[in-house]
Structure formats: C-alpha cells, structure tokens
Nanobody, 126 residues
Framework: VQLQASGGGLVQAGGSLRLSCAAS????????MGWFRQAPGKEREFVAA????????YYSESVTDRFSISRDNAKNTVYLQMNSLKPEDTAVYYC????????????????????WGQGTLVTVSS
C-alpha cells in the first residue's frame, strides 16, 4: 500500500485545515488507517485512527472535539478535518495504514502500522 498525504499548510490559530491521505496499490482488504504527527524535537505521537467500517474512530486527548477522522473506501482516501487549530498542533502529519488484517484493540501504537505516507507539514501561527 502506498500512501500520499496532502492538505497541510500555514493557518492562523483558530483556523481549520483538512488533510487527505490517498492509498494506492494493494488496497483490498480491511485495514485500519491512522494519523500521527511529529513536532520539532519531539517524538511521533498518535492523533487519530479509523477502522475499515468507518464507524469506530479514536482520538488522542489533545485533539478530541477538535479533529475528525473519516474515510471514503470507494476512493481509498482518509481525511483528517482539523478545527480550532492551536500553535501546539504545529507538526508534520503522517498517515499510516495497518494492513495486517489482525484485529487490534489498541490502534494508537505506531509500530502496528506497516505503511506510512511521506508527511505533510501543518504550521499554526499564533
């Protein structure tokens, strides 16, 4: 599975952005999609994830109620709608896919994802 993330940019605090992640290649089969981010000088952290059905979604505490993850399986695309952005949201955002087909109760561990996009930079100015 190849992943291509897009939609990053510069936005003022309080603004919104929508990130997209398009999957290509061997996209058949159920898999979990996730978004992670890495700020300068910090470790990569979990942001959000969504199961194949699109019904179950998961968020880190820092983005709950501000970010929303969704997917369009017909387009093999996952979206991350980011509202009420804060300067601390500034980071490179990566989309990832867990194509193992193994059910995992926890979806926030980066090591569980075997496919990663190239990242898209989000900068939030104060």
């Amino acid at each position: 599975v190849q992943l291509q993330a897009s939609g990053g940019g510069l936005v003022q605090a309080g603004g919104s952005l929508r990130l997209s992640c398009a999957a290509s290649g061997r996209t058949s089969g159920s898999y979990v999609m996730g978004w992670f981010r890495q700020a300068p000088g910090k470790e990569r952290e979990f942001v959000a994830a969504i199961r194949w059905s699109g019904i179950r979604t998961y968020y880190s505490e820092s983005v709950t109620d501000r970010f929303s993850i969704s997917r369009d399986n017909a387009k093999n695309t996952v979206y991350l709608q980011m509202n009420s952005l804060k300067p601390e949201d500034t980071a490179v955002y990566y989309c990832a896919a867990d194509s193992s087909g193994i059910f995992r109760a926890v979806v926030s561990v980066s090591g569980q994802y075997d496919n990663w996009g190239q990242g898209t930079l989000v900068t939030v100015s104060s």
